[in-house]
């Protein structure tokens, strides 16, 4: 797989919320890093990681490439969602570095948008060995 490919395939998993299409992106023991300091490995965690996609409605996902090397590369992902339950409103307000409006439970819930930044490496049958993603997110309340 090239970088090029397996932003497709991101997008792709991201907007179908496929949490068993995303673990196949890896090899078995396939790491994916979705902060400096938190690795998900192997199709189990990977799965049950992305499991929380099916906490967002109205998803679109743009990548693109950034550089490409041999044996993977840098893309950039910009995606915006609306969030859809209370829960994963919570994961967002607990996760480090996010801006989120003050609400209280009950309110309405916020549109977000990330932006990201990844760096893959695949092994020679084109599955991920290593993800790791920098990110950003902003959140818009409905008016």
Request: negative net charge; aromatic residues 12%.
């Amino acid at each position: 797989m090239s970088i090029q490919d397996f932003m497709q395939a991101y997008q792709r998993v991201w907007e179908a919320q496929d949490s068993q299409g995303f673990a196949a992106l890896f090899t078995p023991d396939g790491q994916y890093w979705n902060t400096p300091f938190q690795v998900q490995t192997g199709p189990t965690e990977l799965a049950r990681y992305w499991d929380r996609i099916k906490l967002q409605q109205d998803i679109t996902l743009t990548p693109r490439v950034l550089a490409e090397t041999e044996t993977g590369g840098v893309g950039h992902w910009n995606v915006t969602y609306q969030v859809a339950s209370e829960e994963l409103f919570q994961i967002w307000a607990k996760s480090t570095g996010t801006g989120l409006p003050d609400r209280q439970p009950g309110d309405p819930l916020p549109r977000m948008e990330l932006d990201g930044t990844l760096v893959a490496e695949f092994d020679a049958d084109g599955l991920a060995t290593c993800v790791r993603i920098w990110w950003h997110s902003n959140a818009t309340m409905p008016t």
